[in-house]
T-cell receptor
Framework: DAGVIQSPRHEVTEMGQEVTLRCKPISGHDYLFWYRQTMMRGLELLIYFNNNVPIDDSGMPEDRFSAKMPNASFSTLKIQPSEPRDSAVYFC???????????????FGNGTRLTVT | SQKIEQNSEALNIQEGKTATLTCNYTNYSPAYLQWYRQDPGRGPVFLLLIRENEKEKRKERLKVTFDTTLKQSLFHITASQPADSATYLCALVGGSYIPTFGRGTSLIVHP
């Protein structure tokens, strides 16, 4: 298995531009998570999906952020318009809880480093 | 409010020694506690999970303890090697079953 795949690895954009981050979870995993990591705040959960349905988006900082999961193998996180304070590393992770083990670990992608100038 | 604390200062140890990292939490009743390793430029990688009714878990050179009275987990790496140098994150899994992460502690093992 190739693991969780994120693209792009790096994104540099100017303030006000739209940014779209992409994620392909591990096949068969029924949970998908978007986290943001900064030095100041560590890893913060933004939103998570179960079976392609958004369950909790309370971590999404503002209406400028939106996430979709149109099918089991693809998710996007969009920021429009972007601001310098959005600069961070954004991680996608997936998890398999089909056996009901709610302690199942997360499998992370290698992240997208976003820089907004 | 819920709080997870990991030592923000890097832990420097000599190769061959045992590294011990600490994860403390407040205002939390986790059902599970997980430990992850993160290398620079990479995503966290799962290492170990321990349940609230378990005191200790081992995997090769790794050992995790979980004290729900002290609200603390200790993560040990025995016979440490320079390749163990990384940031180690603890994550608490409570009623929502969604992991909440600490900010991690950097471990540097000197040859």
């Amino acid at each position: 298995d190739a693991g969780v795949i994120q693209s792009p690895r790096h994104e540099v954009t100017e303030m006000g531009q739209e940014v779209t981050l992409r994620c392909k979870p591990i096949s068969g995993h029924d949970y998908l998570f978007w986290y943001r990591q900064t030095m100041m705040r560590g890893l913060e959960l933004l939103i998570y999906f179960n079976n392609n349905v958004p369950i909790d988006d309370s971590g999404m900082p503002e209406d400028r952020f939106s996430a979709k999961m149109p099918n089991a193998s693809f998710s996007t996180l969009k920021i429009q318009p972007s601001e310098p304070r959005d600069s961070a590393v954004y991680f996608c992770a997936s998890s398999a809880r089909v056996l009901g083990d709610m302690g199942s670990p997360l499998h992370f992608g290698n992240g997208t480093r976003l820089t907004v100038t | 409010s819920q709080k997870i604390e990991q030592n923000s200062e890097a832990l420097n140890i000599q190769e061959g020694k045992t590294a011990t990292l600490t994860c403390n939490y407040t205002n939390y009743s986790p059902a599970y506690l997980q430990w992850y390793r993160q290398d620079p430029g990479r995503g966290p990688v799962f290492l170990l999970l321990i349940r609230e009714n378990e005191k200790e878990k081992r995997k090769e050179r790794l050992k995790v303890t979980f004290d729900t009275t002290l609200k603390q987990s200790l993560f040990h790496i025995t016979a440490s090697q320079p390749a163990d140098s990384a940031t180690y994150l603890c994550a608490l899994v409570g009623g929502s079953y969604i992991p909440t992460f600490g900010r991690g502690t950097s471990l540097i093992v000197h040859p």
